[in-house]
């Protein structure tokens, strides 16, 4: 169990090396972006298939609180209200959940950003498929998660390596955090 744990370990420490020496650029000009959005008095929105959702919710609630400091609110919030999730379930439109609650807020300026798997789901196809400005879409997420969209000029994607599910999701929470102080660095001068 020990020489599993030490494997783990290493393999972990190398995928974030990994991650950082093939995405320092975009994480930049994704937190410049982000940056640029708040200043503009725009709102994130986040939004993730499966498990992946959890991480949606937690960068929401990492620019909406804080993260490691008192600070003002960014408006920032994740798709996927249950009670919203649980009528389309009933009505059989669970590829809706996510896009039919983005379109209430798809007049106002935003930038969103969705974490997905290398084989998005329907419910992410279909939200993806509502952006109007590819400008303002944020992938995160492993190699092939662009494919969500036949054209994918313009879209930001942070790719997350990983040989496994728990490496993704692991690597997907760093780059939210990585995110969030590299915007509370430029808001807040911290």
Known sequence: MSDRLATRCYQRSSLVAEFHEK???VLMRVGR?????FTQ???LICAGQGLFQTVAQHMATCFAYQLDFERPLL???ALGNPLMVSALLAARQTHECLAREYRLYR???HLLVIFCTAQPSAEIKQLAEQIEDRENLVIIGPEGANKLLSNTAGIQQILV???SFAALIELSMLATHLLC???EGELFGV
């Not at 972006?33 to 959005?37: F, G, H, L, P, V």
């Open 75 to 77: 408006p920032a919030i």
């Open 41 to 43: 008095g725009g709102r």
């Open 161 to 163: 390596p990983g040989d």
């Open 107 to 109: 007049g106002e300026d």
């Open 33 to 37: 972006r982000m940056t640029d959005n």
């Open 181 to 183: 102080e590299l915007v």
């Open 23 to 25: 995405q320092q650029d």
